[in-house]
C-alpha cells in the first residue's frame, strides 16, 4: 500500500494544551501537506512544507520535516474547541497527494 | 475568487444506476485530481487530468469508472452500474502548477447506493 500512516489514530486534550501529530510516508517527496477535515465536510488546506525544508510555521501551527526519516509532524499550540476535527498529512511526490488514515483530534473545554 | 466547486454535493442512487460527479476547479487551475474517502478512512487518488487529457489513472477501478475534463466545462467523474461498494465521499481537488503547489479541494460529493 502507498498509504501514509499517522499517529495517534485518535487524540483527546484539554482547552489550551498543545497537540502533536505524526505522519510517515513511504516514496521520496516534493512536499508534504497537512489539511484538516471537520467530520462531513470538506478538506481544509493548513500548511505545506517543501522536501529542502526542515520547519514552517504558520500561526499557531508548527510543521517539521525528518525527510532522512520519511516523517513529518504538526504541532498545534493553544489549542481551541474549533480546532476538534480530524488531521491528515499528505505527501507528495510527482502528482497525486498520497494521504494518511487521519489523526481525529477531540478538543475538551 | 471561488473556490473548487462540486456538486451535487449528495447523491443517491441504486445498484446498477450511473452516477456523475461535477467539479469545476478554482479560477486558472488547469490540474483536477479525483479522490475517494471511505467512512473513517483517508483519501485514496483516483486520477489526474489536465484539460482534455488523463495524466494518471492509477488509482481508478479499471471497470465501471471513467473521468474526464474537457475544454470547455467541468471535469466528470462518471461510474456506471453503481455497486454498494461504491458508496463513499468523492472529493475533486485542483492546482495552478502539478507538483509543487497546493491542491485545493471542493466541499465532496457523498455518494450513497442503495
Known amino acids: 500500500s502507498q498509504q501514509g500512516e499517522e499517529d495517534p489514530q485518535a487524540l483527546s486534550i484539554q482547552e489550551g494544551e498543545n497537540a502533536t501529530m505524526n505522519c510517515s510516508y513511504k516514496?521520496?517527496?516534493?512536499?508534504l501537506q497537512w489539511y484538516r477535515q471537520n467530520s462531513g465536510r470538506g478538506l481544509v488546506h493548513l500548511i505545506l512544507?517543501?522536501?529542502?525544508?526542515r520547519e514552517k510555521h504558520s500561526g499557531r501551527l508548527r510543521v517539521t520535516l525528518d525527510t532522512s526519516k520519511k516523517s513529518s509532524s504538526l504541532l498545534i499550540t493553544a489549542s481551541r474547541a474549533a480546532d476538534t476535527a480530524s488531521y491528515f498529512c499528505?505527501?507528495?511526490?510527482?502528482?497525486?497527494?498520497?494521504f494518511g488514515q487521519g489523526t481525529r483530534l477531540t478538543i475538551n473545554p | 475568487n471561488a473556490g473548487v466547486m462540486q456538486n451535487p454535493r449528495h447523491l443517491v442512487r441504486r445498484r446498477g444506476q450511473e452516477a456523475r460527479l461535477r467539479c469545476s476547479p478554482m479560477?486558472?487551475?488547469?490540474?483536477v485530481y479525483w479522490y475517494r474517502q471511505l467512512p473513517e478512512e483517508g483519501l485514496k487518488f483516483m486520477v489526474y487530468?489536465?484539460?482534455?487529457?488523463?495524466?494518471?489513472e492509477s488509482g481508478m477501478p479499471k471497470e465501471r469508472f471513467s473521468a474526464e475534463f474537457p475544454k470547455e466545462g467541468p471535469s466528470i467523474l462518471r461510474i456506471q452500474q453503481v455497486v454498494r461498494g461504491d458508496s463513499a465521499a468523492y472529493f475533486c481537488?485542483?492546482?495552478?502548477?502539478?507538483?509543487?503547489?497546493?491542491?485545493?479541494f471542493g466541499p465532496g460529493t457523498r455518494l450513497l447506493v442503495l
Open positions: 481537488a485542483s492546482s495552478l502548477v502539478n507538483g509543487e503547489e497546493t491542491q485545493y
Open positions: 516514496t521520496s517527496i516534493n512536499n
Open positions: 512544507i517543501r522536501s529542502n525544508e
Open positions: 499528505a505527501s507528495q511526490g510527482a502528482q497525486k497527494l498520497v
Open positions: 479560477k486558472g487551475h488547469s490540474h
Open positions: 487530468l489536465q484539460k482534455e487529457n488523463i495524466i494518471d
